[in-house]
Structures are given as structure tokens and as C-alpha cells.
């Protein structure tokens, strides 16, 4: 009986992969991410057994081993294990607070030209 894989995480992010013995850096889209692995499209040119750096998101390189490729994708198995969500802290956005852009004062204006606006585009010494 095989162990029980690692649930994975559908995410939408990119690595980075160098390889060894090609002394060269490749881009690839990540399908799914989890604390033991990662699988990435386009790595047609990958062979089973390769060990390679990953950069995946935020994450920093990890080494991994090349477990699988088929069908122009490819399993990546990690050295040691990773967190999926410091992966991904890059690609999570904070809510802007509205306290961060200054309130125009004054009464809104209901069409036409809106002179209360401020806009970072404006030269600040005809405000």
C-alpha cells in the first residue's frame, strides 16, 4: 500500500527552475503546490531523476528531484519540506484602507469637471 499523498493546492503562480547540468534557468506555470512538491507545465525537457533548484512564488530555492513527466508537465518532489502559503504571501493582496487616500473636502460635485479631486498626476502648486 502506498503512503497517502499530500493534499495538493490548486494556485496560480510561477517558478523558477535551474537546472544543473544545463547551468540554465527556466520559467514554468505551477498547476498545484503542497508541502512536498509541486507540479509545473511546460517541462518537456526535464528527465526523471534530475535535481534542481525550484523557486515558487515568494519561496526561496529548494532543492528537488524531477519524480515524474508526462504530457509536457512535471512532478517535483522537495529535499525537505516547504510551506505552500509562504509561497503564495506574494501573491496575496491587502485591502487598501480608505484612510490611506486623502477625502476630497467639500461637496461632490454632480457632473462636469470635479476640482476637489486629488490626484497624485496633478502639479501639487496649482492645488
Known amino acids: 500500500m502506498q503512503p497517502e499523498r ?7 503562480l ?5 537546472h544543473f547540468r544545463r547551468g540554465s534557468s527556466t520559467r ?10 509541486v507540479r509545473i507545465d511546460q517541462a518537456g525537457a526535464f528527465e ?5 533548484l525550484v523557486t ?4 526561496a530555492a529548494v532543492a528537488a528531484t524531477v519524480v ?9 518532489k522537495f529535499t525537505w519540506p ?15 484602507r480608505t484612510t490611506d487616500r486623502p ?16 490626484s497624485p498626476y496633478r502639479n501639487r502648486s496649482t492645488r
Request: net charge neutral; hydrophobic share 45%.
Open 6 to 12: 499530500e493534499a495538493r493546492q490548486s494556485v496560480m
Open 14 to 18: 510561477n517558478a523558477i527552475v535551474e
Open 28 to 37: 514554468h506555470r505551477v498547476r498545484n503546490l503542497s508541502g512536498g512538491g
Open 48 to 52: 526523471v531523476g534530475a535535481t534542481v
Open 56 to 59: 515558487v512564488g515568494a519561496l
Open 68 to 76: 515524474w513527466v508526462r504530457d509536457g508537465a512535471a512532478g517535483l
Open 82 to 96: 516547504i510551506n505552500p502559503d509562504e509561497a503564495r504571501a506574494d501573491t496575496m493582496i491587502a485591502p487598501r
Open 103 to 118: 477625502q476630497p473636502t467639500g461637496a461632490a460635485p454632480s457632473a462636469g469637471w470635479m476640482p476637489s479631486l486629488v
